[in-house]
């Protein structure tokens, strides 16, 4: 008494199935993980060989410093960029409104 082949365990199986029914089984079985993680936080300071491992510090990178004027630099060098870019597509609106093919 006490074995538990594949046909009982089948059968009880089937048992539980019947009595739960198939769409109750998946959220049992999350309810029963969520409790089981729950216990196990929960005793996991009680035993002696569970001490809690100190915390490593990772090394401090240090990030590259940048200049403000090479900030400055980058950023009127794209605005320089945008004011063309804003400036050829007032070119072909204008050709465009006019009738021309624009100029490429």
């Known amino acids: 008494m006490g074995n538990l082949g594949v046909p009982e365990l089948l059968i009880i199986g089937?048992?539980?199935?019947?009595?739960f029914?198939?769409?109750k089984l998946p959220e049992m079985a999350r309810s029963l993980g969520r409790s089981a993680k729950i216990l196990k936080a929960e005793t996991s300071g009680l035993r002696p060989e569970d001490e809690p491992q100190p915390e490593?510090?990772?090394?401090?990178?240090?990030?590259?410093e940048i200049?403000?004027?090479d900030v400055a630099q980058a950023d009127a060098a794209q605005i320089a960029r945008l004011q063309q870019q804003v400036d050829e597509l007032q070119?072909?609106?204008?050709?465009?409104?006019q009738g021309q093919?624009?100029?490429n």
């Open 14 to 19: 089937v048992v539980i199935v019947l009595l």
């Open 91 to 97: 070119q072909q609106l204008k050709n465009a409104q």
């Open 21 to 23: 029914g198939s769409k």
């Open 101 to 103: 093919k624009p100029a």
């Open 67 to 69: 200049k403000q004027a």
């Open 56 to 64: 490593v510090k990772q090394p401090e990178t240090k990030q590259p």
